[in-house]
């Protein structure tokens, strides 16, 4: 079976400063990793995801994460986060059948 | 045009009701799936339907009951409305795989009074 951890329910950053946002996974299988991010009263919108092949995937908006397999981690993260950006961000699993597991999401508030 | 949509939107009613929320795609996509968020924003997957067929139905009440008529579509009937149903209920689309990733739909936030 699948799990997910994101280690930080809320992080505040300044507007224009990088963020990282942590996700540990489990599993005994492979391991297909996303992360999607939610606005406010919207519905979760894909922002990336990694199969196979390069560790470092980029995805939507200026985000990027970095498959690491030995620390089985899957972190996100931007170099300089936007007002805009301010939404949950949930970090995903797939053993490879039908269902993806989420986290329990970050939520990311960016300060003026 | 909207990839996943789901109707209605809102939806409030009284304990003991039944309501059902509906769910289209037109992606294409073989599989379909209904998701719970709850107010901690933590989402939990209730059932998923392959071509018609269902293929996952987790520990879910048997007052929430999925019917696919075909593969666009996938809505979810609930009976007796509780209390603890309030949440909010996304539907959302994969090809064959889920390794490909979902597209969700908007949401239908239900209250139940």
């Known amino acids: 079976a699948q799990s997910v951890t994101q280690l930080d329910s809320q992080v505040p950053v300044f507007e224009e400063a990088p963020v990282e946002l942590r996700c540990n996974y489990s599993s005994s299988v492979s391991v297909y990793l996303f992360w999607y991010v939610q606005y406010p009263n919207q519905g979760l919108q894909l922002l990336l995801k990694?199969?196979?092949?390069?560790?470092l995937v980029k995805g939507i908006n200026g985000f990027e994460a970095e498959f690491n397999k030995s620390q089985t981690s899957f972190h996100l993260r931007k170099p300089s986060v936007h007002i805009s950006d301010t939404a949950e961000y949930f970090c995903?699993?797939?053993?490879?059948?039908?269902?993806?597991?989420f986290g329990k999401g970050t939520r990311l508030h960016i300060l003026p | 045009d909207t990839a996943v949509s789901q109707t209605p939107k809102y939806l409030v009613t009284q304990m003991g009701n039944d309501k059902s929320i509906k769910c289209e795609q037109n992606?294409?996509?073989?599989?379909m799936y209904w998701y719970k968020q709850d107010s901690k924003k933590f989402l939990k997957i209730m059932f998923s339907y392959n071509n018609k067929e269902l293929i996952i139905n987790e520990t879910v009440p048997n007052r929430f009951s999925p019917k696919s008529p075909d593969k666009a579509h996938l809505n979810l009937h609930i009976n007796s409305l509780e209390l603890g149903d309030s949440a909010v209920y996304f539907c959302?689309?994969?090809?064959?795989?889920?390794?490909?990733?979902?597209?969700f739909g908007s949401g239908t936030r239900l209250t139940v009074v």
């Open positions: 995903a699993v797939s053993g490879g059948d039908d269902k993806i597991i």
């Open positions: 959302a689309s994969s090809p064959a795989l889920s390794v490909h990733g979902y597209t």
């Open positions: 992606l294409g996509h073989d599989t």
């Open positions: 990694y199969l196979s092949g390069s560790t």
